[in-house]
């Protein structure tokens, strides 16, 4: 039985892929030469066979950079999450990742961390009452307003880093904040705020 020796079209393609070419960069390259070098590889079927081998690297060159490209994107949402450490009244820390715009106190309930939130980040009470471990991170808050200041006011146990959850929002600069929970909160009503069912 004759079996044919590797065609020049296949032994192109080897040398190409040796010299550390994509395989769709080693076919075009083949395409561009000279019409008479390129007839001088096996004709008939051989060559359509070596033509179909060659349609199926390319692909598969597509399919590597496409899956590529997809783990860039997986990579780059990764990216858009930061780190962020919870420590509740026994001391017992919770690290959780929080999507870059989201408010800490989302991230808690996102995350089953007891930070109550009873006016569900209105600025109506001061129950989302958190404190910034680190002073570092607290000067790279925004400064609070007049009625988180005026919450801040109720809250229980006030600190010099103490903020409202609902009003720390995730940003890459936050990246490791560590946040205490008080051991108590005071929820007053007020102006007549009522906070609905859940």
Known sequence: MFIPRLSRVAFWLAQELSRGKCPSQAISGYVQRPFSQFMQCQVGHRMENNMFHASIMQKNCLYSTT???DASGEEAEQKQKISVTFV??????KHIKVPIGMSMLEAAHE???ELEGACEGSLA???????VMNMEYYNKLEDPSDEENDMLDLAFGLTETSR????????PELEG???AIPVATRNFAVDGYVPKPH
């Open 177 to 179: 904040i560590r946040l």
């Open 125 to 131: 009470c001061s129950t989302c009452h958190v404190i």
């Open 164 to 171: 409202l959850g609902c009003q720390v929002i995730a940003k």
């Open 88 to 93: 509740d009244k026994d001391e017992e820390e």
């Open 111 to 113: 995350n089953d961390i």
């Open 67 to 69: 899956f590529s490209n």
